[in-house]
């Protein structure tokens, strides 16, 4: 009994989805979160596994789905592309039921440059900081100019340069220059 009651329960929990996200009432909190190149998906499409795919988002962010062609996931959070997939298939398959879940994220790395122990690319997440980012490259080593350093961010199609003092930030001044870093940003240690 608990067995048939556990399914009753994943069915409408699938079911309940869709409604709740075109409601406005989306309960996932990393909601927020932008799909990117490079991310897994998984999209399943209930009762039908010829639909259901674990695909990889590719480098120009335009993923191709059965039936509904090709959809540009990039920018988008898994429940705008569920709703998206969602509108579409429901041409071909009424009242179709869509899951969309982020498998892995790869598309969140930032990039440390310059006079740190260990330079290199790294994986962040929403709210990994400079100071963050910087302890996992080994700190910096004798030679940085601790005061020249900046961030190198592409924001409208131009790259701009945010300045970070580190060692103001280490004596606790400033601190909103240790700022949260965002998907490529590249942190420059002269």
Same mark, same amino acid.
């Given at each position: 009994?608990?067995?048939?009651?556990?399914?009753?329960?994943?069915?409408?929990?699938?079911?309940?989805?869709?409604?709740?996200?075109?409601?406005?009432?989306?309960?996932?909190?990393?909601?927020?979160?932008?799909?990117?190149?490079?991310?897994?998906?998984?999209?399943? *499409?209930?009762?039908?596994?010829?639909?259901?795919?674990?695909?990889?988002?590719?480098?120009?962010?335009?993923?191709?789905?059965?039936?509904?062609?090709?959809?540009?996931?990039? %920018?988008?959070?898994?429940?705008? /592309?569920?709703?998206?997939?969602?509108?579409?298939?429901?041409?071909?398959?009424?009242?179709?039921? *869509?899951? *969309?879940?982020?498998?892995?994220?790869?598309?969140?790395?930032?990039?440390?440059?310059?006079?740190?122990?260990?330079?290199?690319?790294?994986?962040?997440?929403? @709210?990994?900081?400079?100071?963050?980012?910087?302890?996992?490259?080994?700190? /910096? %080593?004798?030679?940085?100019?601790?005061?020249? &350093?900046?961030?190198?961010?592409?924001?409208?199609?131009? @790259? &701009?340069?945010?300045?970070?003092?580190?060692?103001?930030?280490?004596?606790?001044? %400033?601190?909103?220059? %240790?700022?949260?870093?965002?998907?490529?940003?590249?942190? *420059?240690?002269?």
């Amino acid at each position: 009994m608990k067995r048939i009651s556990f399914y009753l329960f994943i069915f409408l929990l699938f079911t309940a989805c869709p409604a709740m996200a075109a409601a406005g009432m989306d309960n996932n909190p990393g909601s927020s979160y932008k799909i990117g190149s490079g991310d897994v998906l998984e999209i399943l *499409v209930w009762e039908d596994k010829s639909l259901s795919h674990q695909l990889v988002v590719p480098p120009d962010g335009v993923i191709a789905f059965p039936l509904v062609g090709d959809i540009q996931a990039t %920018n988008l959070t898994v429940s705008q /592309l569920r709703r998206e997939i969602t509108n579409r298939l429901g041409e071909f398959v009424p009242d179709a039921t *869509v899951t *969309v879940m982020l498998m892995q994220i790869n598309s969140l790395q930032a990039y440390v440059i310059g006079k740190v122990n260990k330079p290199g690319q790294f994986p962040i997440n929403q @709210n990994t900081t400079v100071m963050q980012v910087l302890a996992m490259a080994g700190g /910096l %080593n004798p030679f940085a100019a601790a005061g020249k &350093i900046f961030i190198l961010r592409r924001k409208n199609g131009r @790259n &701009i340069a945010i300045p970070f003092n580190y060692s103001e930030v280490v004596k606790g001044k %400033n601190l909103e220059q %240790n700022i949260t870093l965002r998907r490529g940003d590249v942190v *420059v240690i002269p």
